[in-house]
């Protein structure tokens, strides 16, 4: 019995003991350190909706934070993959002591990837988000990585020399990057790497360091990888290695010396007496080695005496070649000028040059052509196509003008083909274009033609035409309602019949404040730089007006429309917009923003950039209309768009502010992006109260595959894969973030689309 009571007494002991160390502490069960660290990277994520999740203090693991997993009182894992998260990870990571597995992909997370990492970490996961900056070469403390993925981010730089702990890494994948520069030497220690994907970079360089690794599965196609491929590499059984400079030729390695054969390597008799007697041949051999290293130098300096006896020569050619080449062009340029203007009133001024002399005429003939009164420029023809009377300035005295002008402006190019290399030449300014249509009939209006006293200073404007109020009154109908195309913020657009039947759009710009302050010069100014947009995907400009206080456009007319009637009005256009059909619309509308953006210097922005504004051609190809046109919105204008814009659905958070970038550009195509995915409006007051906002109805819904699949333009029929949906709606998410900071450039959204032809 009493043997009964002291086990019984163990036992309550024992339990006690258990009890009193099992209880977590006063704080809560998840060491402080852990708590802080999360606690940090919940605001540098911008404090996303995760259950549980606190700014100051919390139980991660006693209160079943999302994503958080626990051992004892230390957080193992975190996993936040497909969270629809943003911000960036900040350095609080480092400060995990137990964690091993991390997992933040198919966000998107910005920033830099933290230099600070935690050393436990074995399983490390960032793709599929919008990371920049370069690898930190602070990956070499992570000893006991197995799985690291950096893919679809938007890293640049080399990758760096970092692998030589990383003995156990199995899988490393940092494909669809910006990456460059040649693979690092350590890469070679990965003694465990079976799984390696660099597709979709600009790593260049030999493969020469991956030949040992036991590689069952390799990726490095879309690089800039050279030389032959190392024989080992070819037995991995998974290996991809398209859209590469490969040279396929096998070069055997320098540092392979021919095995000499066995009769050479045997000493001959006479070689043997000779040993004997004379003792081994180093000395000799020592010898002419140092002849061979002095005969190398000497050759070397004669190289360089020769290169240098070259280049002087050289010199003395091309200096004597400018010489007579100048002596040649004063003696054509007196002869052309005295014969080109023979008989004329005007006589060279003293100290005038030839080529100045032939300037000075040249602008002379074009200004007696643009200011002469109608009566002496040319007759008046009454009966021309039915037309009403209109001035044809092609009497024999203007073509006699034509003909010097034109003569002394061949004579120019043939001076300036002659002397492009020389810097010490300034040519005038190009001459006033001309055109026959400065003129026309206009009730009301003196008969008298009023040109521009000041003509468009650009060499771009060769080809756009001047137009007359008069005949763009004939070619539209008198800008009749059957002619109406649409009007927008600037102004309305009339379509134009020319009469050889050629088919052009008027763009009519009202007379609000914006245009009202800008005088005939602004307007020139601005028609000159809407002349120098010349892309495949913008819509072109054809001519201008400027007469009588009106202000209009010509552009090039799209028969098929804007790619808003084409989805919401016309049924038999949104017929013919296929899933590719639509990648194809995408992409040609980025392209025209990329050409703007980067290739334009200072780069444009349009500022209006909408489903509206994008034309369809009869090949159904993209046309982007308005570029250029944004110095026309005045403030006056922007406060109604900031209202009226907003309510469309295009306009990006900053333009409330004032604010507009070729970043909300990018802003108004992730809206288009919308359109062409989903067949709705960007504003749609018809539909229920939730879903008027097309952005705010289908934000949530990107990243959930079913919810996507639904939302998606059901004239579509689903005939569309589920993983060019799921790149498509990832570009629209990035196109519309909410920070102008977080959205791509337009040209990486160009070359996703391209991956998706």
Known sequence: MGYLKWEMFFWVFFIGLVLIFKAPPCGGLTDPRDVMAMNNLYIALGY???????????????????????????????????????????????????????????????????????????????????????IPITLSTLSQLLYLSFENNRLVGPIPDVFQQLTSLTNLDMSTNSLDGQLPPSMGNMLALSALHLQNNRLGGILDVLQDLPLQDLDVENNLFS????????????????????????????????????????????????????????????????????????????????????????????????????????????EHYFESYKGSSEKPKPGESSLQQSSRMEAEAAKETVVRPPQERGRVDTGRMGLPPKLQPQDERFMNLKRNVQSSRDLRDNEIDMTDTDDDILLPPPPPPFSVENSGVIPGVPTTVTTVERPLQSQHLNSVRVFTVASLQQYTTSFSQENFLGSGIL????????????????????????????????????????????????????????????????????????????????????????????????????????????????????????????????????????????????????????????????????????????????????????????????????????????????????HDIDALSRMVDPSLNGAFSMKSLSRFADIISSCIQREPEFRPPISEIVQELLQMI
């Open 491 to 702: 102004g309305s657009v009339y379509k134009a019949e020319l009469p050889d039947g050629k088919l052009l759009a008027v763009k009519k710009l009202d007379n609000n404040t914006a245009i009202k302050q800008r005088n005939d010069e602004e307007f020139l100014e601005l028609v000159s730089n809407i002349s120098k947009l010349q892309h495949p995907n913008i819509v072109e400009l054809v001519g201008y007006c400027a007469e009588h206080g009106q202000q209009l456009l010509v552009y090039e007319y799209c028969r098929n429309g804007s790619l808003h009637d084409a989805l919401h009005i016309y049924d038999e256009i949104h017929k013919k917009l296929s899933w590719n059909r639509r990648i194809q619309i995408a992409l040609g509308a980025a392209r025209a923003l990329e050409y703007m953006h980067g290739v334009c210097q200072p780069p444009v922005v349009h500022r209006n950039y909408k489903s509206v504004n994008l034309l369809l051609d009869e090949k159904l190809e993209t046309l982007v209309s308005d570029c250029g046109l944004s110095p026309l919105l005045s403030s006056f204008t922007l406060s109604q768009m900031s209202g009226g814009h907003n309510s469309y659905g295009y306009s990006a958070l900053e333009f409330e502010s004032g604010s507009y970038t070729c970043q909300s550009d990018v802003y108004g195509f992730g809206v288009v992006l919308l359109e062409l995915l989903t067949g709705r409006k960007s504003y749609d007051r018809s539909r229920p109260r939730g879903e008027q906002y097309l952005v705010r109805w289908a934000v949530p819904k990107l």
């Open 227 to 334: 030389g032959p491929i190392p024989p080992k590499l070819l037995t991995v059984p998974n290996f991809r290695k398209e859209g590469n400079p490969f040279n396929t030729t096998i070069i055997p390695s320098p540092l392979e010396a021919p095995t000499p054969s066995p009769a050479a390597q045997a000493p001959t008799s006479e070689e043997l007496p000779w040993k004997h007697v004379n003792g081994p041949s180093s000395t000799i051999t020592t010898r002419t080695i140092q002849s061979k290293k002095f005969l190398t130098a000497k050759a070397i300096i004669w190289i360089a005496v020769a290169g240098f006896l070259i280049v002087i020569a050289l010199l003395l050619c091309i200096t004597l070649s400018r010489c007579i080449k100048a002596k040649r062009r004063d003696k054509l340029a007196g």
């Open 48 to 134: 996303p909706p995760l259950r549980g999740w606190l700014l100051v203090g919390g139980d991660p693991c006693g209160e079943n934070w999302q994503g958080v997993e626990c051992v004892f009182s230390n957080i193992t894992s975190i996993n936040l993959s497909n969270e629809n998260l943003g911000g960036e990870l900040g350095d609080s990571l480092q400060f995990l002591g137990s964690v091993i597995h991390l997992d933040f992909s198919n966000n998107h997370i910005g920033g830099i990837i933290p230099s600070a990492l935690p050393p436990t970490v074995r399983n490390f996961s960032l793709s599929g988000n919008q990371f920049t900056g370069s």
